[in-house]
Each structure stands twice: as C-alpha cells, then as structure tokens.
C-alpha cells in the first residue's frame, strides 16, 4: 500500500509570495492533519480534515488554509509568506478522526521563504 | 504552554544496552500516548502506542510505560541497535481533540557501535 505522498518535496519562495503544498493519503484514509516542524517549536499542529470539512484548527493565522477534495487528497495553502513560515510542513492521514488510529506521516514539504 | 515535554534533547548509548526515553505531560485530559521515530528527512514514523487505561504496551523490542498519577510515559527499546538511531517524539491526544496529537520537542537518540 502506498504511503502518504506530498508534493512537491522542497519549495523556495520570496517573502509576499502565495504557495499550495498537496497532500495524498493513504488509499482508504479519510482524515488528513498537516503538521508544521521548526527548529525553535518542534511539531506544530496546522488543522485537520475528514470528510472535506474542518475539523480541527491549531493556533496559526488566518494565511494557513486547507482544504481537503472528495476523494481525501488534501491542499494546504500559504498567503503572503514571511520569513517565519519556512519550515517542513508534514501531512498526516488516518483512517477515522478521533479512533485513536495512528496518524501516518508523509516525508514533507520543505519551504524555504527567501 | 508546552503540554508534552522531552526534557532529554539527546541520549547516547551502546549497541546492544537498553534505551530509555522519557516524556512528561501536564494535560490530564490526555488519554492516548504515541511514539514516533523521525530520521533526517523523512517524515515521523508510528512507533508504538498507549491508551490511558493501560500502563504498559510492548511491541517486540518497544516498550512503552505509562504512570498516569506522575502524567509521565517512557520507550524502552532493548536491545538497542545503530539502525535505531533518529529523534524520537512523544505526543499525545485526548477525547475531545480528534486526530490532533501535540508532540514534545524529540530526543535524539544515538547509539554507538
């Protein structure tokens, strides 16, 4: 079974700039999370996806949004990047929300903001 | 308001010895500990977990304890092995959080041939 596929793996971007990262879960898994790992502040949750709703935001401003398609795959989008947003940006996918099924990592986005 | 902690940044030890990594968390409303294992470059791989109404889960050479009344968990990983060495996070999740996990800062492990 294929894993969690994120494209594209590395992104440079100037600072204004607006960037869309793609998330692909594992086949049959309907929840999507999207992480953020900086040096200072580790993993830091972005939101969460079932069902093409939100279910779920963290503490980022209202420049990170998501969205997820019928068929589970999910976008994150960017809007007018600082220097601050470079970072790996790791989607997650499980199969429910909340079942305690272990969230399944793709190896990441790694944003560059210049 | 850092919920998980690592306080270990890096644990260094032989091949062979057994690994002990350890977390603390201050959120009483956790109820499932998870860990994963992250090498350069990849994404955090799912390690081994617990729910809150156990105090021990063992998976081959994982090991994971849970002692609720300290809110503090442990991975034992015996014997340890070079392959073994990457950053290992802790994270947690409650009832009300969905598939949210809030994670500590990692330990890099190292072991040494």
């Known amino acids: 079974k294929a894993g969690v596929t994120q494209t594209p793996r590395y992104l440079i971007k100037t600072r204004g700039q607006q960037v869309t990262l793609s998330c692909s879960p594992i086949?049959?898994?309907?929840?999507v999370s999207w992480y953020q790992q900086t040096p200072g502040q580790g993993l830091q949750f972005l939101f969460e996806y079932f069902s093409e709703t939100q279910r779920n935001k963290g503490n980022f401003p209202g420049r990170f949004s998501g969205r997820q398609f019928s068929n589970s795959r999910s976008e994150m989008n960017v809007s007018t990047l600082e220097l601050g947003d470079s970072a790996l940006y790791l989607c997650?996918?499980?199969?429910?929300?909340?079942?305690?099924?272990?969230?399944?990592f793709g190896n990441g986005t790694r944003l560059t903001v210049t | 308001d850092q919920q998980v902690k690592q306080n270990s940044p890096s644990l260094s030890v032989q091949e062979g010895r057994i690994s002990i990594l350890n977390c603390d968390y201050t959120n009483s409303m956790f109820d499932y500990f998870l860990w994963y294992k992250k090498y350069p470059a990849e994404g955090p791989t799912f390690l081994i977990s617990?729910?809150?109404?156990?105090d021990k889960n063992e998976d081959g050479r994982f090991t994971v304890f849970l002692n609720k009344s300290a809110k503090h968990l442990s991975l034992h990983i015996v014997p340890s092995q070079p392959g073994d060495s990457a950053v290992y996070f802790c994270?947690?999740?409650?009832?009300?959080?969905?598939?949210?996990?809030?994670f500590g800062e990692g330990t890099q492990l190292t072991v040494n041939p």
């Open positions: 997650a996918s499980s199969y429910g929300m909340g079942d305690n099924s272990p969230l399944h």
């Open positions: 994270a947690a999740s409650g009832e009300t959080s969905g598939s949210r996990l809030t």
């Open positions: 086949s049959g898994h309907r929840s």
């Open positions: 617990i729910s809150s109404i156990k």
